[in-house]
Structure formats: structure tokens, C-alpha cells
């Protein structure tokens, strides 16, 4: 069975500092991965998406995320965060169309003024 | 354009009471999704339509009811509330089965 694993669940981090988010998952096939972001309070909004093509993915906000296969991992990464980036990220893979999207824990991002 | 929108936003009910959450999106999506989301455990899934006129369930069924209404609507039931079911829940659609999914603002429910 497919899992997602979010390694941290909180990390904090200055403001203008960079940051990482960590999101690794369990498959031996091709998946589909999802960053989703979610502000207090808020219901969850798409960060960015991996279905093929290049590995390097650029959302919205300046986030990116890189997708390595030989490691099954798709970490999600900022250069300079800002205070507006507190929220908390999840990470979701699927096989494809026909398989439901399984969904990590969450890392809460939490930046110190 | 409103997106997703859920009614009601909170809720409390005594044990045993039952409830329709409702969800309804404007996007002509074919999927609709309930979740619910408690602290740690990320997002769980309760139901799902795939399209207008089915219903599968997710990892977490039990004691809820969906029904696709049509395209636009997918309600969630409580026949019978239990504190178990204290949570916050959220629906979503897509366009494409388990493809980029689109969330309304979430029901924060309480069962006491």
C-alpha cells in the first residue's frame, strides 16, 4: 500500500531564511504529487503539482519542489520565506486517476520574525 | 464564481443528534470528495463521487451517509453524531478523479 510521510511536523524558521520541506512515499511506480497549502483557518489551496516532464516544478508563492525517483521524494523548498507563508503544507501522491490520493500528516511552517 | 462552498461553517450537537453537511461547487466538476481533518492525522477520507450518480467510500465511512444530489451538490449525513465525530470537514471537487482537488473553507463540527 502506498504511504506519504511528511518527516517533520513542525519546523521553524527565521523570516528571509531558507526553508525545506521534507515529504518522501512508498512506491516502486510512477506516481502523481501534490503540494497543498493550508492558512489558518482556511480550507486547502493547490501549491504546485508533478504529473511528468521535468522534475523541477515552480508554484505559486516562489515555492518549488523537486521530484526524485530514486529516492521517492518530492520536497517542497523556498529561498526567502515571509511571514504570510505560515500555514500548514501536505504533501498527497497518487498513482493516477484511478487511485485515491494518499495524504501525508502535514508540516506546520512556523516563521520567527 | 464561488468555488466550493460548505454550509454550515460550525456546528454543535449532542450525541445521537444527526445532521446534513452541505457542499456544493460551480465548476462543472466531475469528483466531488468529503474529508475530515483532525490534528496530526492530516486529511481522511470519508466518501467520494467520481461522477454524478456514484458513491464509493473512502478510509473512514463509517457512521456517515453521502449522496451525490447532482453535478453541482454532495451532502454528507450524521444519522447519529458520536464525540468520535468531533473534527473539521471539508469538501472538495476536481475535474479529474484525484487530480488537482479544490476546497471549500471546511464545517467545524462538535459533538458533545
Known amino acids: 500500500a502506498q504511504s506519504v510521510t511528511q518527516l517533520d511536523s513542525q519546523v521553524p524558521v527565521f523570516e528571509e531564511a531558507p526553508v525545506e520541506l521534507r515529504c518522501n512515499y512508498s512506491?516502486?511506480?510512477?506516481?502523481?504529487l501534490f503540494w497543498y497549502v493550508q492558512y489558518p483557518n482556511q480550507g486547502l489551496q493547490l501549491l504546485l503539482k508533478?504529473?511528468?516532464?521535468s522534475t523541477l516544478v515552480k508554484g505559486i508563492n516562489g515555492f518549488e519542489a523537486e521530484f526524485n525517483k530514486s529516492q521517492t521524494s518530492f520536497h517542497l523548498r523556498k529561498p526567502s520565506v515571509h511571514i504570510s507563508d505560515t500555514a500548514e503544507y501536505f504533501c498527497?501522491?497518487?498513482?493516477?486517476?484511478?487511485?485515491?490520493?494518499?495524504w501525508g500528516a502535514g508540516t506546520k511552517l512556523i516563521i520567527k520574525p | 464564481n464561488a468555488g466550493v462552498t460548505q454550509t454550515p461553517k460550525f456546528q454543535v450537537l449532542k450525541t445521537g443528534q444527526s445532521m446534513t453537511l452541505q457542499c456544493a461547487q460551480d465548476?462543472?466538476?466531475?469528483?466531488m470528495y468529503w474529508y475530515r481533518q483532525d490534528p496530526g492525522m492530516g486529511l481522511r477520507l470519508i466518501y467520494y463521487?467520481?461522477?454524478?450518480?456514484?458513491?464509493d467510500k473512502g478510509e473512514v465511512p463509517n457512521g456517515y451517509n453521502v449522496s451525490r444530489l447532482n453535478k453541482r451538490e454532495f451532502s454528507l449525513r450524521l444519522e447519529s453524531a458520536a464525540p468520535s465525530q468531533t473534527s473539521v470537514y471539508f469538501c472538495?471537487?476536481?475535474?479529474?478523479?484525484?487530480?488537482?482537488?479544490?476546497f471549500g473553507p471546511g464545517t467545524r463540527l462538535t459533538v458533545l
Open positions: 472538495a471537487s476536481s475535474e479529474v478523479q484525484w487530480n488537482e482537488q479544490f
Open positions: 463521487s467520481a461522477s454524478e450518480g456514484t458513491t
Open positions: 498527497a501522491v497518487t498513482l493516477d486517476s484511478n487511485y485515491q490520493l494518499i
Open positions: 512506491s516502486s511506480v510512477s506516481v502523481y
Open positions: 465548476m462543472n466538476h466531475n469528483s
Open positions: 508533478y504529473l511528468s516532464g
